[in-house]
């Protein structure tokens, strides 16, 4: 009896042990428990763009073309953790910036301004109508600021960055939590 005893003792150690290590991937960003079916179409450089066609995970930032700080320090961030990716992983993410100024951007200046950042970057954009019904979707918030006359003022803007996989709004980033390039490729690895 004695013999079986050390062996059922060790292997329930074991099974305590099991319970205390940690599964899987610890996620950077803020991981959402009930993810949220997601789609829309606006307008790219070339015409409509649906977000259900633009690959497995997509990364969507909100912004506009004259942003003084938010935009570009993000999409740098951005930048930074596509590039840490491999080309093969490269492949199946997308990012995506949604001007919420489409009286400034058009879907060509939208496009031009993210290319700024990468060659396969997108910028989109759309009626205000289109846009605004994008950004409630996603829980954006944006208005005109500092305004000095048509095409004279600033854009207050939500600066979360929204990560969709397979048509699910799955992770958020916060402007803070977006500049840790290390932590979000591995975010980004752990959702291909």
């Known amino acids: 009896m004695r013999r079986l005893w050390l062996p059922l003792a060790l292997l329930a150690l074991l099974g305590v042990a099991y319970l205390f290590l940690p599964k899987g991937h610890s996620f950077h960003g803020t991981r959402l428990m009930n993810p949220k079916p997601v789609d829309f179409t606006l307008e790219g450089p070339e015409g ?3 977000l259900a066609d633009l690959g497995e995970v997509v990364l969507l930032f909100f912004g506009y073309v004259h942003c003084p700080d938010v935009c570009p320090t993000t999409l740098l961030a951005l930048k930074r953790a596509y590039e840490g990716l491999s080309p093969a992983e490269q492949a199946r993410v997308r990012v995506v910036f949604v001007s919420v100024d489409p009286e400034r951007d058009s879907p060509e200046v939208a496009d031009r301004y993210a290319k700024n950042f990468h060659p396969s970057f997108l910028g989109l954009s759309g009626s205000p109508e289109a846009i ?3 950004a409630q979707r996603f829980g ?3 208005q005109k600021t500092q305004y000095r006359g048509p095409g004279e003022y600033l854009v207050d803007h939500t600066a979360t960055t929204f990560v969709v996989r397979g ?3 799955v992770l958020l980033f916060s402007p803070e939590k977006v500049e840790a ?3 979000v490729v591995a975010d980004l690895r752990a959702l291909l």
Do not use: F
């Open 181 to 183: 390039t290390d932590k």
């Open 48 to 50: 409509p763009v649906r």
């Open 140 to 142: 954006v918030y944006y």
């Open 167 to 169: 048509g699910r709004l």
């Open 132 to 134: 605004q019904e994008v």
